[in-house]
């Protein structure tokens, strides 16, 4: 984790954006935007605004605000006054970025820019193919981003999550959370069963449960993508949008998801709900539901034990995509 300024989730092995000069390849919406898992790139996980004083050396990081409210009304980044602000002294020399507040003083690396712009990362990590790290753009934003610098993205993320990665810290509670919802009552997640049991089948694929389910990265875009779960002959459609507090329609779609929550927690946290997820099968809206039910047969899990349909589907999106928070 990039010290205490970027709140990362696990966007972990997912990320990145075109391989040269690793900018943005296009807009979400743009078919010519999709990430190839056999070269680098970068995924958005948060966008934010900032300004940059030359004279005085002040950088301000600007976050946008999404929360609930006094009265119970949603306040989103068009209705609040003011958005919360973090200052800094920021100094660059030889590449290495220096920011001073107070006592305090973290450093960065400078990547593929020119000071203030570019790609900020831990030189602590920067010889890591899967990294996290601040990209500064034009018009004063700036982003969260997870960045991969490889040619293979899942044999380089099932052979780096148990190596100290920072990036995939919380890799291996996501993993058994996700392996939890397939043990029997009561019954424990093996950790050195579970680690063994995961494999990357090729650049784009994962497997589990000695092969019986393969999870399939497809479409990966710098905010979206979508996961082919299959299992035996069954292939179902988990499909994710990021969202960003940066955006009212965003911070309007969570806040609903929030109170449609009957699991939900007493205050509204935006992170909770950072992206929206849709699963259908090729010509079945209930493919999800027909492949947990294999599921549940192959493992011989008791059919009292709920398994709904859209919590597997996040936890889908989770496994991949989601433990760097």
């Known amino acids: 984790m990039i010290k205490h300024l970027v709140n990362f989730g696990i966007l972990g092995a997912f990320a990145l954006v075109s391989s040269a000069a690793l900018v943005a390849c296009g807009d979400d919406s743009s078919s010519s935007g999709v990430f190839s898992m056999e070269s680098s790139f970068e995924m958005v996980l948060s966008k934010a605004k900032y300004s940059y004083n030359k004279k005085d050396s002040t950088l301000k990081q600007i976050y946008p605000v999404c929360k609930e409210g006094t009265l119970g009304n949603l306040v989103g980044p068009k209705d609040a006054d003011e958005w919360d602000t973090v200052t800094y002294k920021a100094y660059e020399n030889k590449g290495i970025i220096t920011l001073k507040k107070g006592a305090e003083e973290i450093k960065y690396s400078l990547d593929d820019g020119a000071f203030p712009r570019g790609f900020w990362a831990d030189p602590d990590y920067d010889s890591k193919r899967i990294q996290n790290g601040l990209r500064f753009e034009k018009k004063d934003l700036f982003k969260n981003v997870v960045r991969y610098d490889g040619n293979c993205l899942m044999k380089d993320y099932y052979s780096l999550f148990r190596n100290g990665v920072p990036a995939l810290e919380n890799m291996d509670a996501t993993l058994a959370a996700f392996y939890e919802r397939f043990q029997a009552d009561g019954a424990k997640v093996e950790e050195k069963q579970m680690l063994s049991d995961i494999r990357a089948l090729n650049c784009s694929e994962l497997s589990m449960y000695d092969g019986l389910v393969k ?111």
């Open 215 to 325: 999870l399939k990265a497809e479409n990966f875009k710098s905010s979206s993508g979508t996961i082919k779960v299959t299992y035996a002959k069954r292939t179902c459609n988990v499909s994710f949008q990021l969202r960003y507090a940066y955006e009212q329609k965003d911070c309007e779609a969570a806040y609903e998801d929030f109170k449609n929550d009957t699991k939900a927690a007493p205050k509204f946290n935006f992170d909770d709900y950072y992206f929206d997820v849709t699963y259908t099968g090729k010509d079945d809206e209930y493919c999800l539901d027909y492949l947990i039910l294999d599921l549940k047969k192959e493992k011989g899990i008791p059919t009292t034990k709920s398994i709904k349909s859209a919590d597997f589907a996040r936890g889908v999106v989770k496994l991949v995509v989601d433990g760097l928070k």
